[in-house]
């Protein structure tokens, strides 16, 4: 296993990670939400930080950046959208751009709706997918940017990706989603288990995160806004799949 994925629980409910690879020693940190906890990890295990990949622009993303830039003089790569209101970048990049990590493919994908300029960012060699705010355990990311068709076309292109796919989202809001899902879909027994599944993750103190894409296939109410069962619970058989996803994502909002 060359590639080696950690999840950090920062602040409250954040999450960063740490890509290593193990033949050449370096190692990627996907969002800098808080300094302490990842300083730790990185102490314990003689890690230093390659480079650092910025998902998108909010605070509980980005703050601890300049910390790992002064620490590791590390590369720190963004959304070129974004670059105005990202901390200075070394490198901006955009959907369908791939970055060379030691000899390891990371693809760029543009999955904006949170906020436009949102990326994720795709590595087949771990089969992970870092996406933040996007694609999350059993949700999504509010609304606060874009549109339900800009999210909807997101999440479309995330579950294009191979169902085995480790989907690193940023938040521990599993419980609160799951909780919320139950209410589109109270028979689904994908759902039923995977509610179970996480109280006992959570009394654990254990992340629920990562998931995989399959178990979002399966029980996240916004990537299944296009199946006909979906949108029958919701009254809306006849609409589009982005109309669907609107509908619950307000729902959601207002839950
Ligand atoms: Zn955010
Ligand atoms: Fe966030």
Known sequence: MPLEVVTIPCRSDNYAFLLHDSDSGNTVLIDAPEAGPILAELEARGWAISVLLITHHHDDHVEAVETFRARDNCIVIGA???????????????????????????????????????????????????????????????????????????????????????????????????????????DNPALISRIGDIETARAAGTPTVPSTLQLELDTNPFLRARLPQVKTAIGMQEASDAAAFGEIRRRKDAF
């Open 80 to 186: 070129k959208a974004d670059a105005h209101r990202l901390p200075p970048l070394d490198s901006a990049v955009e959907e369908g751009d791939t970055i060379d990590f030691s000899g390891h493919k990371i693809e760029v994908m543009d999955v904006s709706g949170h906020t436009v300029g949102h990326l994720a960012f795709y590595v087949p060699d771990a089969q992970a997918a870092f996406t933040a705010d996007s694609l999350m355990a059993c949700g999504c990311g509010r609304l606060f940017e874009g549109t339900a068709e800009m999210m909807w076309a997101s999440l479309s292109k995330l579950a294009a990706l191979p169902p085995e796919t480790l989907i690193c989202s940023g938040h521990e809001y599993t419980a609160a989603n799951a909780k919320f899902a139950a209410t589109i879909e109270p």
